[in-house]
């Protein structure tokens, strides 16, 4: 054998143990998942009890709670200022309606509207919202419109909050056709709370000199004692003329309330 042929014998052989080896060689392939399945939108209830479909990671926008089917559309009132929440020391106790006080029902308080009226209440701040009924009256804090259950706080996001801004929409019942009924409702005057029992009394013997035909009483209450003027013809006119001369010292405030 020749030189050539040599090399030649010797080329050859690197090439098949270069295949031979290149066998037994693992490849390293690159990995593509597929992309995730979009998620199904699961179903969340909002604050009201109403269903929503939500998505992770997404917020859908709460839905206004649904009113009973009986109420028209309009609502007779709507107005917009500060809602707090009251619980003990008043559960249990007998509310301005005559039932008592059940802080875990779907009630409130306000100053001027009818008892039994339905009404809506939208947290502002979180767009919750709750259907209530008014069975009591206050709150008694300047500023503030209604005084929510502890149900109904924590269903408008009110509870965490203290106080937040609400709107309020009321469906009023209709007109009381009783022979003692008064057009525009029954009303009287309530001026406290004063911290002392002394105060009160003495601000009651005042008013009832001064307004011999009208009813005064004292009674204490969870924040205070209060006095309440109960004027002879209970209209909402001379109920507002005994609170433009009521004012009392010590930072006790008249509040004008109907009573209906």
């Known amino acids: 054998m020749n030189r050539s042929q040599r090399i030649s014998g010797v080329a050859l052989a690197l090439v098949v143990m270069l295949a031979l080896s290149g066998c037994h060689k693992k490849q390293v392939r690159a990995s593509h998942p597929p992309p995730p399945l979009p998620a199904k939108p699961t179903s969340g209830n909002d604050a009201s009890g109403s269903t929503r479909p939500t998505t992770p990671g997404t917020t859908a926008p709460a839905k206004p709670a649904p009113l009973p089917p009986n109420l028209s559309e309009r609502p007779s009132l709507v107005e917009s200022g500060l809602a707090s929440w009251y619980g003990p020391p008043y559960a249990?106790?007998?509310?301005?309606?005559?039932?008592?006080?059940?802080?875990?029902?779907m009630t409130a308080a306000h100053l001027s509207l009818p008892m039994g009226s339905?009404?809506?209440?939208?947290?502002?701040?979180?767009?919750?919202?709750?259907?209530?009924?008014i069975t009591d009256r206050g709150p008694f804090v300047r500023g503030r419109i209604i005084d929510l259950s502890l149900a109904a706080a924590k269903a408008t996001g009110v509870y965490r909050m203290g106080v937040a801004k609400v709107?309020?929409?009321a469906w009023t019942p209709p007109p009381s056709t009783s022979p003692t009924a008064i057009p525009g409702g029954r009303w009287c005057v309530q001026v406290g709370a004063f911290q002392s029992e002394k105060d009160a009394?003495?601000?009651?013997?005042?008013?009832?000199r001064r307004y011999t035909t009208a009813k005064v009483i004292e009674f204490p209450g969870p924040t205070g004692h209060w006095v309440r003027i109960n004027p002879a013809h209970p209209d909402k006119r001379a109920a507002t003329e005994v609170a433009d001369g009521s004012h009392a010292s010590g930072g006790a405030e008249p509040y004008l309330i109907r009573t209906d």
Do not use: F
Request: net charge positive.
């Open 167 to 169: 709107q309020v929409e």
């Open 118 to 133: 339905i009404v809506r209440v939208t947290n502002l701040t979180t767009k919750q919202s709750a259907v209530v009924k």
């Open 201 to 208: 009394q003495k601000l009651k013997s005042q008013l009832m």
């Open 92 to 105: 249990g106790r007998k509310g301005a309606d005559g039932t008592v006080y059940d802080q875990n029902a």
